[in-house]
């Protein structure tokens, strides 16, 4: 296949990107670098006072018991737990919005973490399911079949399956489930009580035991997305323009709908529903790359663990217990998304 | 083939392999746990905490009526109330009242629920049998921080029993159903609470007499154990968080009148304190004993994770699981009882 040409979107901006050359390689190699060094942060800082050189002596084995604990059995797990998390849900974000060419397009519209919750609060009400690796097989197949349901409903009746109707039948399922969901748990007081930390979203108490079975539908959904990136640069200029440039724009979606499934499906299983990353890492890499779906999605894939386990390693500094995850995203999230919004010349699809 | 991509599924090989890795070098925590014993330095609690028999209900407060005498005038916190004749139809309506009126041999027409909580808690029920009742005789008057004022209504009370907290704007609507006394309700405070009450209840001499035989046990436990070298640590499991109990929660209480000491984490001066999973070993003691919401204690964890196997306590066979609502959630003469019962049973099987 032919390598496309960036989309053309008025001569101004056309203009602007002439002038100023996209810092794509080093800024994947910044990314990278800072990401290490959150990775490090990630092992280094916690609530127990341990020294650099005493989370070294740990990393190489050394170390009394409960340091090397802490290292091997809660930093580390999470830590790579944040990475993988970060990773699929930058990725997924990325796409949704390529193909629904909607700039607010977030993976949770096609019904994931609704899907994942309402499975998720039925394992609790129903059959008393009171552990993180419990949830996880209740998140992700709620996750699955709730996006194939949207599916479902997005492509019956005459024509293919537009981003369109597949947004809307999103919206709707999901308000449908996130009622039921509320309904189960104001009328069962302990799921509603277990449903709030999953609900916050957090990396911790996950034992990388349970990223084992996750781990290949992520990489499914990577190689899907891999695929689907160079002709969603073609599909970003319009369904007829790119068939007339030979995209497959059905298949394209097609590949696309199962990587977005099955990143954010994985990611709401291992960490509950963590918002905005999907929804903001995109834009910041379309702010440094430009429209190139196939250079934003490796920038998502680096910045987006970049902000989970920043924002898990913010998580532990700011309280004295700890903040999850999935609200300091919000946190960070929101007044970033903000300033982008303004910005819209940079970050518009 | 896009060229770009490969590089995103070469960097995937790389994270599945550097987790892999990961597992592969992960150093064997058995191994290192084999000499870790509870290696910390337990507390004595404040002497201000202990001593049920010093009990006093505050200046002012209380009735100059004797021991069942009616019509009596009772000072409480919130006012000064006339109770005509003895109470035969009470309703409880704040935490613990439901235990300190059936401690002293009264069946309340009606109680409140904590949040999650049925209206008579499981470890109340012998007692509501004992004194010739079922517990479904105990009406709902709704959950705790916001009772029905027409339920209460409607069973017609002749005495209302509430507190402070939480209720503090609801004593007049109270009071124009029913004679109402008003206890502090603070959780620590629930041995003055509970003199306060009985005045009400014109039994005060027979719940000094309760807190007398509290007393004399803690003392017969401290005397066959030896509660100044032990260090007991109360965990409470929830959800997403682990507390260390402290000296004011009910069973803080009971551990301070015995005399043993407390781990560093478990606070002097509240009922719990979050405790960290970095920094759990420091909520160790010679003695664990843990509950964790929802779990009755029935199962070898109480229900709560793996999250407590690396404490000494627990590798050493001295942890044991106990049932949440008697240790943690409630507050009284009744809870405490029966966790000094089991207290004993648990340092004589740490004693064998």
Same mark, same amino acid.
């Given at each position: ?12 901006? $056309? ?27 990630g ?44 990773a699929? &849900? ?22 994931a973490?609704?899907?994942?919750a ?6 609790i ?7 993180i ?18 599916? $479902?409903i *997005? ?69 899907c ?20 440039l ?25 960490a509950?529903?963590?918002g ?5 890492i ?6 440094i ?13 680096? &910045?987006?663990?970049? &902000? ?7 998580g ?27 910005r ?6 | ?38 290696? *910390? ?8 905490h202990?001593g ?57 027409v ?10 008579v808690?499981?470890? &109340? ?35 209302i ?30 041995r ?68 043993f ?23 160790? *003691? ?23 196997e690396?404490?000494?306590a627990?590798?050493?066979?001295? $942890? ?8 943690f ?24």
């Open positions: 296949m032919t390598v496309l040409p960036a989309p053309v979107r008025g001569d101004r901006e $056309a203009a602007a990107s002439r002038a100023r050359p996209r810092p794509r390689v080093s800024g994947l190699v910044l990314g990278l670098v800072l990401l290490a060094v959150v990775a490090l942060a092992l280094t800082t916690g609530s127990r006072d341990m020294s650099i050189p005493e989370v070294l002596r740990a990393l190489s084995g050394v170390g009394s018991y409960d340091d090397l604990y802490t290292v091997w059995v809660l930093r580390i797990p999470r830590t790579v737990m944040a990475l993988v998390v970060g699929a &849900l930058g990725i997924s974000g990325a796409l949704m919005q390529a193909m629904t060419r909607n700039p607010l397009a977030d993976p949770g519209i096609l019904g973490n609704a899907g994942a309402f499975a998720v609060a039925l394992g009400a129903l059959w008393g399911v009171h552990e690796g419990g949830y996880m097989w209740f998140a992700f197949g709620g996750a699955l079949a709730v996006t194939a349901l949207v599916h $479902a *997005g492509s019956a009746g005459t024509g293919p399956a537009t981003p369109l109707r597949l947004t809307l039948a999103g919206v709707a399922v999901g308000a449908v489930l996130s009622g039921i969901t509320t309904a189960i748990t104001l009328r069962d007081p302990d799921a509603f009580d277990r449903m709030r930390s999953w609900h916050a979203g957090s990396v911790v108490g996950r034992d990388l035991d349970l990223l084992g079975p996750v781990l290949p539908f992520l990489v499914l959904g990577v190689v997305a891999a695929l689907a990136a160079g002709p969603l640069n073609a599909i970003a200029m319009g369904d007829d323009l790119a068939r007339s030979g995209a497959h724009v059905h298949r394209t979606r097609v590949l696309v709908l199962v990587a977005v499934t099955l990143l954010a499906g994985g990611a709401t299983a291992l509950g529903p963590i905005f990353v999907g929804l903001m995109p834009h910041v890499a379309r702010w790359v430009g429209p190139d779906q196939r250079w934003i999605l490796v920038h998502s894939l680096v &910045l987006a663990p970049l &902000l989970v386990v920043a924002a898990d390693v913010l532990r500094q700011i309280t004295s217990g700890e903040l999850p995850v999935g609200i300091v995203t919000a946190f960070v999230g929101a007044p970033v998304l903000i300033v982008l919004a303004r819209r010349r940079a970050s518009g699809l | 083939m896009p060229r770009r991509p490969q590089l995103t599924r070469r960097s995937l090989v790389l994270t599945g392999a550097a987790t892999a890795l990961l597992v592969a070098c992960a150093p064997d925590l058995e191994q290192a746990e084999a000499d870790a014993d509870f290696a *910390g330095e337990g507390v004595p609690v404040p002497t201000d202990v049920y028999r010093d009990v006093v209900i505050a200046e002012g407060m209380g009735s100059e009526q004797g021991e069942g005498e009616f019509p009596r005038t009772v000072q409480h916190v919130a006012g000064t109330t006339e109770i005509p004749a003895e109470p035969l139809r009470v309703v409880t309506v704040s935490g613990g009242q439901l235990d300190a009126a059936l401690s002293l041999g009264i069946v309340p009606g109680s409140s629920n904590a949040k999650a909580a049925n209206t808690p499981g470890y &109340l029920e012998p007692t509501v049998l004992e004194l010739g009742s079922a517990a479904r005789d105990i009406a709902s008057i709704g959950q705790r921080t916001e009772p029905q004022l027409e339920a209460i209504a409607a069973l017609e009370p002749d005495l029993l509430g507190n402070l907290s939480g209720l503090e704007e609801l004593y007049e609507d109270l009071s124009a159903i029913a004679p109402t006394v008003f206890t502090e309700g603070a959780p620590d405070n629930w003055e609470d509970y003199l306060l009450l009985a005045s009400a209840l014109g039994r005060q001499e027979q719940a000094e007499a309760n807190l007398e035989e509290l007393a004399q046990r803690s003392e017969q436990i401290a005397a066959e154990h030896a509660p100044d070298s032990t260090t007991v640590s109360l965990i409470r499991v929830q959800e997403d968080r682990i507390r260390s109990m402290g000296c004011l929660a009910t069973a803080g209480m009971v551990m301070a009148e015995i005399g000491l407390r781990p560093a984490t478990a606070p002097a001066d509240a009922v719990s304190e979050d405790v960290s999973l970095e920094n759990l070993d420091q909520a160790d *003691g010679d003695l664990l004993i843990h509950g964790s919401l929802g779990g009755s204690g029935e199962s070898s964890d109480g229900g709560g994770g793996d999250e407590l690396r404490l000494s627990v590798r050493r066979g001295m $942890a044991s699981a106990v049932d949440d609502e008697i240790w959630q409630n507050a009284g003469y009744l809870a405490s009882s029966l966790i000094l019962d089991e207290t004993a049973e648990i340092l004589a099987a740490a004693a064998r």
